[in-house]
């Protein structure tokens, strides 16, 4: 691999980082650039926008638009970065010790960037099946950006043999991840004089009912089912916010929690909404209303990413262990967007540079190493694709 490649994958990364991609902003200016880039170099993209017009998944294809091409999938979006200690800003690839520090460097715009540089020597390979490059939003949030693409393909889309997600694995093969599902309850109850409790409902008392039940449901989780090939090597329930009531001598009229499902693959997010709704159903609303009627709780699942189970001996799966020269596949316990693909009926692995012990940090950053791995991932794939 050559000098020239590695420094227009990191003045790539540099250019990546500088978007500020956060889920909750647009993320049309970054793929602007990227169709810019691509044009340039005289590949086509095709936009599959949300709802709203202000997000965007891309979809690029070098080589002929036949079937039995490889799809390499990111995400444009990075989470936030206040309230992080950050020594050097955020969306500034800082560079030092083999080191590229910068929001998303590692989750996952390394991969992007690597992708975007290996586009000349695609273009240059004699490919007789296609490179599908996908690049996606909102997998920090609902994993849903990529979905629209995904439908494409087998329709007015060549259909690929195998996708590649290039989520940080430090170039190791993983053929399963766990499920993600985010979840919201509201508590609604009514407002009294704290001294009073009789004459109101309290929706923070029933909201740490419930949260409290979640973490107990959580313990149980802990005792199985269990796979020993994820860490921990069982389906995780966590509350990660909470807001409610107006001061504290007022009975809360409203609370809010938002929570999430990682399970294990065969362990579908419904299994544990069903029991919360079950507590829900038998004490913590029973409680909340005994004194007053019209409280309500509502269980509101906003968003699946579906686990990647393992195909042993899958196209991906082969294809991958034999580009990294490899004999063995791991699986990750966080959630990508490779459920999706493999719903579709696309056989799919993950298998991207850098850590993931290094994603959604401060200071979070991608080996220079990494990337020169990546790279010849994506050569020899160039390679694969044009026998």
């Not at 599959?48 to 995400?75: E, I, Q, Y």
């Not at 910068?102 to 991969?111: E, L, V």
């Not at 409290?212 to 269990?226: D, F, M, Q, T």
């Not at 693909?341 to 012990?357: E, L, N, R």
């Amino acid at each position: 691999m050559s000098e020239d490649l590695l420094g227009r994958a990191k003045a790539l990364l540099a250019r990546l980082i500088a978007f500020e991609s956060v889920s909750n902003r647009s993320n049309l200016p970054l793929i602007a650039f990227v169709e810019e880039y691509l044009s340039a170099h005289g590949v086509a993209s095709r936009r599959a926008p949300n709802g709203s017009g202000d997000k965007t998944a891309l979809l690029a294809t070098v080589g002929p638009r036949v079937d039995g091409g490889v799809v390499l999938s990111g995400h444009t979006d990075v989470v936030p970065v206040e309230g992080q200690a950050w020594t050097s800003p955020p969306f500034v690839m800082r560079e030092a010790d083999g080191r590229l520090y910068g929001r998303g460097a590692c989750d996952m715009k390394g991969f992007a960037a690597c992708v975007l540089a290996m586009v000349p020597d695609f273009l240059t390979s004699p490919l007789k099946r296609p490179i599908h490059i996908v690049l996606s939003y909102d997998e920090e949030t609902t994993c849903l950006g990529s979905t629209d693409v995904i439908a494409w393909f087998g329709k007015d889309e060549p259909r690929p043999s195998a996708v590649v997600v290039g989520e940080p694995t430090m170039m190791e093969v993983a053929d399963a991840h766990k499920s993600v599902a985010t979840i919201r309850t509201v508590v609604k109850g009514y407002e009294a004089h704290s001294a009073l409790p009789a004459l109101g409902a309290n929706a923070v008392a029933a909201a740490a009912d419930v949260v409290s039940e979640i973490g107990r449901l959580a313990r149980e989780y802990e005792k199985g089912p269990l796979d020993p090939r994820f860490a921990p090597p069982y389906s995780t329930l966590h509350v990660g916010v909470i807001h409610g009531g107006t001061a504290r001598n007022i009975l809360a009229r409203e609370c809010a929690f938002d929570w999430e499902f990682r399970g294990l693959p065969g362990v579908l997010p419904a299994i544990p909404v069903g029991q919360v709704q079950a507590f829900v159903d038998t004490v913590a609303l029973p409680r909340l209303t005994r004194f007053v009627t019209g409280p309500t709780i509502t269980t509101e699942v906003e968003a699946v990413a579906p686990a990647l189970g393992a195909e042993p001996g899958s196209a991906a799966e082969t294809l991958a262990l034999r580009l990294t020269k490899s004999n063995r596949t791991i699986a990750v316990s966080f959630a990508t967007e490779s459920g999706h693909f493999q719903a579709a009926g696309i056989p799919t692995v993950v298998c991207g540079p850098g850590s993931i012990d290094q994603a959604h940090k401060p200071d979070e950053y991608v080996e220079e190493s990494q990337l020169a791995a990546c790279l010849a991932f994506l050569g020899a794939l160039a390679g694969e694709l044009s026998r």
